[in-house]
């Protein structure tokens, strides 16, 4: 539906003693792509907490495929599954700069009205970016 890739170089901090990322750094690596995604659209997360919606992550799930070490300059693919109602959806496919796929992995994120606390439908101004 609407894809964007961006690229990270792996720094010597996100990895362990063997030189390959920690995995929890990939929660990082997709939270970059998603925000530079959200960017190219014309929208960042400060945009939207000053309207009064945030933006908290639901679910994440990773697949290993091949470790990222470190120096590598990876190539982070996010895309967005479907047209977001309440939650939206984002499928994601690392490659390091060998054409290699390093990881695939899923977030789901909800909209939440700041002052409710509740969950609130996508924002109109989203919704006419993504040109649905």
């Given amino acids: ?22 995995h929890g750094n990939y929660a990082n690596y997709f939270e970059v792509a998603r925000t530079e995604w959200l960017r190219s659209l014309g929208v960042t997360y400060k945009d939207m907490e000053e ?20 120096d590598d300059i990876l190539t982070v693919s996010v895309l967005l599954k479907k047209k977001p109602l309440v939650k939206i959806d984002f499928d994601y496919e690392i490659i390091n700069q060998n054409k290699e796929k390093i990881s695939t992995g899923n977030s789901v994120l909800a909209f939440i009205d700041m002052k409710t606390g509740k969950p609130t439908k996508c924002p109109d101004y989203i919704l006419e970016k993504l040109d649905l």
């Fill in 51 to 70: 309207s009064g919606i945030m933006l908290p992550v639901i679910s994440l799930s990773f697949n290993f495929i091949k470790p990222a070490k470190y």
């Fill in 1 to 22: 539906m609407k894809n964007f890739s961006t690229h990270i170089r792996v720094r010597y901090g996100e990895t362990d003693q063997m030189g390959v990322v920690y």
